[in-house]
């Protein structure tokens, strides 16, 4: 059973034709009405390169409707036959509720094989998903379920080689829906023969589904195929359940040549999910309703998880993909529970290998990404003086470099937590402590290079809570500054980056100090009302509101969120802004004014950073507290709990953040008296801030209270009652 996108490509180029209306009368070969054995063929109801299926009636031993397939008439050459054959025995091996059953075979009158099997009277997963309007959640849950039907194939050695929603059939049964895999028809057994006639591939001829096809089935090399192809076509099947449409798009690809369509599938890499759907114009209307969401809603969902795990299971090096069908269901299973995916973006220094392989001359003495790090800054200064040397070409020049610069600042900045989600964490901390320690060795006759470098190293390592690398790289920018001409922007950047710094580690009043000198500096070099000036005043609005001087934060955070408002395109720094005012607002007693602050700062976040970020994690838990102060705990909680989970994919390890959430938590959830869950998130964010800042910090302490609290509350102690920071 087979729709009009399957095709094989070759000598013997089998195309299949569309569909002709149900009942209609069969070519030549086996008629409608024809009784074989206990059979009688009711209509037509596919038909494939070698075969034609039919809806027949059983008349005994049982009466029953089933499908019963058979050979075409003058496709009975050997090979076809035993593809065939291959096809009945792989059903014959397998039992699970997601595969059609075989229940007979033999021969007609005229010797053509048939078998019969399992008549499953539904449509294609995709057909079925969208006519019932499923959410992207149910479709998921469809989703494992095939996952499951094909790992147990792969228990029987039997790889699909051709999964597709066509040969994906959804019925319901007692109201829910039952997704069967049919059309074994290319097949293959992985560590037994299904016939003795064992069908090898011809040379030249793709066996498959292009759309659908591993990037190994592209090859042709048949033997080299293994269980990791069904989970590529796997991966096309969830990229099109999420999306609406495919990686390749089917008209460009069957425009291709032979050669054309195999360089494509096995070089070729497609957009993620959400990006193939932002490309889709006014498709992508109609895509979202059959989820029931608005479009920009849709595209937030993919974002995230779900283009990960997709394009983990479309990986071209296998090596790099799912290694089962348990694996890339299980990944699904963690994103419904809202817990860390396996899946992940590459990490930076593998899409730099990429990189690399695809421009092996160009960066053939590039050995490691701390390297080409290094050599970019390298560059940049060489770029910079040459600049100045030749006056003709100086702008030009310049401009260069500011390029290359700005790619340094970029690719460390962009391998910072929220990209490593976890799993990448440690691997980003051995990139950062390789480079830390190679460019005092490398750079050092080149100070103000050093100091751009130790900046944004500072800065990351800030970003993962590490404070004392952090500190340690600002500490090194200030021994250099002495070497900074005076027109040196870093100096200013320095103070920014110590103040944020010194703010993260509670020290309020260094922080201010630091702030101020940095506005102070900026006086001379940056106009008022410019972009370097809104950040350092909301810096320094923010501490100064910590301290309960309300009056002079309010009117710094004014000041700067009219700039960013007044700028063409919305960035995180508004959202940040925002967010600065309903703390601001909170503080004050206004919480409805708050709320709004707190709400339009959680969408500007959403929209210019995604869903999976730490930012969007703080936009949460500020608008989970508020709630809960509103009276609304149910609401607060839930937001808190998205807040974890974000974090549980972001950090893999202690961070300051996760403890204040966890603690959070605790205290909403001991309101309702639910007292075993808030004494155990209060314990684990008292043990998680202990690890980060020692038994004696201040932090600490609060968490210890908090623990009290919570018993206390309970009845097992009594201890007194402090809220905790707003974070």
């Known amino acids: 059973m087979t729709d009009d996108r399957t095709f094989s490509i070759g000598p013997d180029d089998d195309r299949t034709l569309p569909l002709g209306p149900a009942g209609g009368a069969a070519p030549a070969g086996e008629d409608i009405g024809t009784v074989i054995g206990p059979y009688r063929l009711l209509r037509r109801i596919g038909e494939g390169g070698m075969g034609e299926v039919f809806e027949a009636e059983q008349t005994e031993p049982i009466r029953r409707r089933v499908a019963l397939k058979v050979i075409k008439q003058g496709m009975d050459t050997r090979a076809v036959v035993a593809r065939f054959d291959a096809e009945r025995q792989a059903l014959a091996l397998m039992d699970h509720p997601c595969i059609a059953k075989v229940f007979d075979a033999g021969a007609t009158e005229r010797g053509r094989p048939f078998f019969v099997m399992e008549y499953v009277e539904g449509e294609s997963i995709t057909d079925y998903c969208n006519r019932r309007r499923l959410g992207t959640a149910e479709r998921l849950e469809l989703f494992v379920r095939v996952c499951e039907g094909v790992q147990h194939a792969h228990q029987k050695a039997v790889i699909h080689r051709d999964l597709k929603?066509?040969?994906?059939?959804?019925?319901?049964?007692?109201?829910?829906?039952?997704?069967?895999?049919?059309?074994?028809?290319?097949?293959?057994?992985?560590?037994?023969?299904?016939?003795?006639?064992?069908?090898?591939?011809?040379?030249?001829?793709?066996?498959?589904?292009?759309?659908?096809?591993?990037?190994?089935?592209?090859?042709?090399?048949?033997?080299?195929i293994d269980t990791r192809t069904d989970v590529y076509a796997l991966g096309v099947v969830l990229y099109e359940l999420l999306s609406g449409a495919l990686p390749f798009d089917s008209r460009d690809l069957r425009k291709a040549g032979y050669e054309a369509i195999r360089k494509i599938i096995r070089e070729q890499d497609p957009p993620r999910p959400s990006t193939r759907f932002s490309t889709l114009g006014e498709r992508s209307t109609s895509i979202a309703e059959a989820r029931g969401l608005a479009p920009k809603r849709l595209q937030g969902e993919l974002r995230g998880d779900l283009d990960w795990i997709t394009m983990k299971a479309l990986e071209k090096d296998r090596e790099r993909r799912y290694e089962t069908a348990n694996g890339l269901a299980a990944d699904v299973r963690r994103h419904l529970r809202n817990e860390p995916v396996t899946a992940g973006p590459p990490s930076a220094s593998y899409r730099l290998g990429k990189l690399v392989r695809r421009n092996r001359g160009t960066f053939a003495a590039l050995g490691a990404i701390t390297a080409v790090l290094i050599a970019a800054v390298v560059v940049s200064s060489v770029m910079y003086v040459r600049a100045e040397r030749a006056?003709?070409?100086?702008?030009?020049?310049?401009?260069?470099?500011?390029?290359?610069s700005r790619f340094l600042g970029d690719m460390l900045g962009g391998v910072g937590p929220h990209v490593a989600q976890g799993r990448d964490t440690e691997m980003l901390r051995a990139i950062l402590d390789e480079t830390a320690g190679r460019v005092g060795k490398e750079l050092a006759d080149q100070p103000e290079v050093e100091a751009a470098l130790r900046l944004q190293l500072g800065r990351t390592y800030r970003q993962l809570g590490d404070y004392g690398a952090a500190q340690a790289q600002i500490d090194r920018v200030l021994a250099l500054r002495s070497a900074f001409g005076r027109d040196s922007a870093f100096p200013v950047m320095y103070l920014v980056e110590a103040g944020s710094l010194a703010w993260n580690r509670g020290e309020m009043k260094q922080a201010e100090a630091t702030y101020r000198q940095a506005l102070q500096s900026m006086a001379d070099s940056a106009p008022i009302d410019s972009v370097a000036w809104a950040e350092a005043s909301l810096y320094l609005a923010n501490v100064l509101q910590e301290q309960g001087n309300y009056g002079e934060a309010d009117s710094l955070m004014q000041r700067s969120l009219a700039v960013y408002r007044g700028l063409p395109q919305e960035s995180d720094a508004l959202a940040v802004n925002l967010n600065s005012l309903g703390n601001l607002a909170r503080y004050r007693g206004d919480l409805p004014a708050a709320e709004g602050f707190y709400t339009e700062a959680l969408a500007?976040?959403?929209?210019?950073?995604?869903?999976?970020?730490?930012?969007?994690?703080?936009d949460l838990h500020n608008l989970g507290r508020l709630l809960e102060a509103m009276g609304r705990s149910g609401e607060g909680e839930q937001l808190l709990r998205e807040a974890i989970a974000i974090h549980g994919k972001v950090f893999?390890?202690?961070?300051?953040?996760?403890?204040?959430?966890?603690?959070?938590?605790?205290?909403?959830?001991v309101g309702s008296e639910r007292f075993d869950e808030a004494d155990s998130l209060a314990q684990a964010a008292y043990a998680m801030t202990r690890t980060i800042y020692g038994d004696h910090d201040e932090t600490t302490v609060q968490a210890l209270i908090a623990v009290a609290e919570v018993q206390s509350r309970r009845g097992t102690s009594r201890g007194p009652k402090r809220p905790s920071p707003d974070w």
């Open 391 to 404: 006056s003709r070409l100086a702008i030009r020049e310049a401009a260069k470099a500011t390029q290359v």
């Open 165 to 224: 929603p066509s040969n994906i059939l959804v019925a319901e049964v007692d109201g829910r829906p039952a997704p069967k895999i049919i059309d074994f028809g290319v097949a293959k057994a992985t560590t037994q023969r299904l016939t003795e006639m064992t069908m090898f591939t011809e040379l030249g001829q793709l066996i498959g589904t292009p759309e659908y096809m591993s990037p190994e089935q592209a090859s042709l090399t048949d033997d080299d």
């Open 652 to 669: 893999d390890g202690p961070h300051p953040d996760t403890a204040i959430l966890l603690r959070s938590l605790a205290e909403i959830i």
């Open 604 to 618: 500007v976040h959403r929209r210019v950073l995604g869903d999976l970020h730490p930012f969007v994690s703080t």
